[in-house]
């Protein structure tokens, strides 16, 4: 019941109060016939008139809490326009604005009161306001949200009126009638958005014209059946023959194949399993069958929370570049072969001119002391002297040939070694006794430290000596007269050790590298100032090799002698012995 109600409800109670007054005005009855006929008249008037009342009461509470409600409901609106991320401008049908909330004043750099009563189209580029008021007027005609895109010149900034990129969203409102009586808009500024989307755009036309075939797969898994593809550009399809579309959801392994090393998919699993990036070399397999060399590189990607989601490979074909490697390689190896063959021939003639004056040298002094022996006319001193040296030069002589001829079994693999349990001792006794003449003549002493706890050696003895003689024999040799030569034998652990040092014409570092090797001395020539062919140290390492051993050579340099150690295998216990009795 609303107030005109309640009024109309006490007009007729007035209404009814006069008609009792009149009734009882123009008759006779005494007031004890009307008046209780008045008094329920009235109270059933009072009743109605609190009835009426109290709807009146309780439409004015609803009433009230209808206009809390609008008012909390429009200060809401207020708050949401005001606070809104976005801009959010109402114009009217024109596109004057008539409000405007703080982030539309910002992106036009003019204060919300100022902005009411301003056309929009003020705000937008020359070049588009044509378009902008066609868009306008045609809102008229339609009832459906629209979006533009539209550039916008906010108010001088700093001197400069700077345009950027805006998405409009535009929205009509109509009275009950259909007419328009005002259009709400909400602006964005989305600059940053369209560079993004122009990096996008130049990235995927990178990825699409790149020479690099690009795969990218997800993280998992790594065992079998592998990470799935998830995208591969047209250079992958040009490289391998798949179409990408064949390779979705497969695994980068099933273009692997029997060539493709697993030393390689190790260090890819490896980079893998801790996120690292790699870079590699790999065979892969066409869809064709036909191989080809890649150069991949690997690297993780993570999203915005910090997590590993997938892994980008770039793949370049080096197949070409692979090629020409091996054929340089070829090359290079055919060039070294022919070096070493050139080499080797040298080295022969070499050898030959040495043997040639190695072996001429003792026969001639046999030769032309021969012919002064067969002549008579030699006393005895002399007779004897010439006996001693025809017989030093054929010993020489036979020297030769027998290295030659070790020489020769060595490389054929044909030295028999006869080993039994050695002592060492009797052995280097034995080549310094051989030695000694030598030394003396060029007054060198020859010292020797032999420790004769020194355990057994399972060994050639006459090889052993052979050893140790060379080794003596070199050291004599190549030591200026005056000089000394040394020789130790000592226990090492499980191996008993030989060392020959003496204070000869040293060794340059060059020249280490090929001291054991066949037919070298430090100077190579015919005219060398000693004697020999160059095989004595390269038949004692064979011999050293061939007994378990090792030898090795030291030297300061030239002028600082030179030590030479031998290393080999000491015997632990009698059952050693009687094993490699049986294996003999």
Same mark, same amino acid.
């Given at each position: ?11 007729? &109670? ?6 009792? %007054? ?45 206009? %809390? ?71 008229? +005609? ?49 600059? =940053?958005?369209? +560079? $993004? ?6 990235? =995927? ?58 030393? $390689? ?6 980079? &893998? ?17 036909? =191989? ?39 090359? &290079? ?8 063959? =050139? ?38 001193? %002399? ?80 090889? &052993? ?34 060392? $020959? ?13 090929? $001291? ?59 059952? +050693? ?8």
């Amino acid at each position: 019941m609303n107030e005109e109600k309640f009024f109309q409800q006490l007009k007729i &109670l007035y209404d009814r109060v006069s008609a009792l %007054q009149k009734d009882t005005g123009g008759t006779s009855l005494s007031a004890q016939v009307w008046l209780p006929t008045a008094l329920e008249e009235l109270n059933t008037a009072f009743e109605e008139l609190k009835v009426a009342e109290e709807e009146l009461r309780a439409q004015n509470e609803a009433l009230a809490t209808a206009r %809390q409600t609008v008012e909390a409901e429009r200060q809401r609106y207020l708050d949401l326009f005001e606070f809104a991320p976005d801009g959010y401008l109402v114009t009217d049908a024109h596109g004057k604005i008539q409000e405007a909330n703080n982030v539309a004043a910002k992106l036009l750099n003019i204060a919300p009161k100022f902005l009411v009563g301003k056309p929009l189209v003020n705000f937008v580029t020359r070049e588009e306001r044509k378009t902008f008021r066609s868009r306008l007027h045609q809102m008229c +005609q339609v009832n459906w949200v629209q979006e533009w895109e539209v550039r916008l010149v906010p108010r001088e900034r700093e001197g400069t009126r700077v345009p950027f990129d805006a998405s409009m969203t535009v929205s009509a409102i109509r009275n009950e009638k259909g007419e328009l009586v005002a259009l709400r808009w909400l602006l964005r500024d989305i600059t =940053e958005r369209k +560079q $993004v989307l122009e990096r996008l755009r130049l990235l =995927e036309s990178v990825v699409l014209n790149i020479n690099e075939a690009i795969i990218i797969t997800e993280t998992e898994p790594l065992d079998e059946p592998g990470p799935r593809i998830v995208y591969a550009n047209e250079a992958f399809t040009r490289m391998s023959g798949y179409h990408p579309q064949e390779v979705l959801g497969k695994s980068p392994r099933f273009m692997q194949g029997p060539k493709t090393e697993r030393a $390689v998919l190790n260090t890819v699993r490896t980079a &893998l399993e801790k996120f690292e990036p790699v870079v590699v070399e790999l065979i892969n397999y066409r869809k064709d069958g036909s =191989e080809y060399w890649i150069q991949m590189s690997l690297v993780p990607l993570m999203d915005e929370t910090g997590c590993y989601t997938h892994w980008v490979s770039v793949q370049r074909d080096i197949t070409l570049a692979k090629r020409a490697e091996e054929d340089r390689a070829q090359l &290079l190896r055919e060039q070294i072969a022919r070096a070493e063959a =050139e080499a080797a021939n040298r080295t022969k003639d070499e050898f030959l001119a040495i043997v040639s004056h190695e072996l001429r040298s003792p026969l001639n002094a046999i030769l032309g002391w021969a012919k002064i022996l067969r002549s008579g006319k030699l006393d005895s001193v %002399q007779t004897n002297k010439a006996i001693d040296t025809i017989e030093r030069n054929a010993k020489a002589q036979n020297q030769i040939i027998e290295d030659l001829l070790d020489v020769s079994r060595i490389i054929r693999g044909q030295v028999r070694l006869q080993p039994h349990p050695t002592h060492l001792v009797q052995a280097i006794e034995a080549a310094i006794d051989t030695v000694h003449p030598t030394a003396d003549a060029k007054k060198i002493q020859v010292s020797s430290y032999l420790d004769p706890k020194v355990g057994l050696v399972w060994g050639d003895p006459d090889r &052993l000596k052979q050893i140790v003689w060379n080794l003596l024999s070199n050291a004599v040799k190549f030591t200026p007269a005056g000089g000394e030569v040394k020789v130790w034998l000592t226990s090492l652990n499980s191996q008993v050790q030989i060392k $020959v040092s003496d204070t000869g014409i040293g060794i340059s570092p060059d020249f280490l590298p090929y $001291v054991f090797d066949r037919f070298r001395q430090a100077e190579d020539t015919t005219t060398r100032a000693h004697d020999g062919l160059g095989l004595g140290l390269a038949i004692v390492r064979q011999l050293v090799e061939l007994h378990g051993g090792t030898i090795q050579v030291e030297s300061p340099g030239v002028g600082q002698g030179a030590t030479f150690t031998v290393r080999l295998p000491a015997l632990a216990d009698s059952s +050693q012995i009687l094993r490699l009795e049986q294996l003999a």
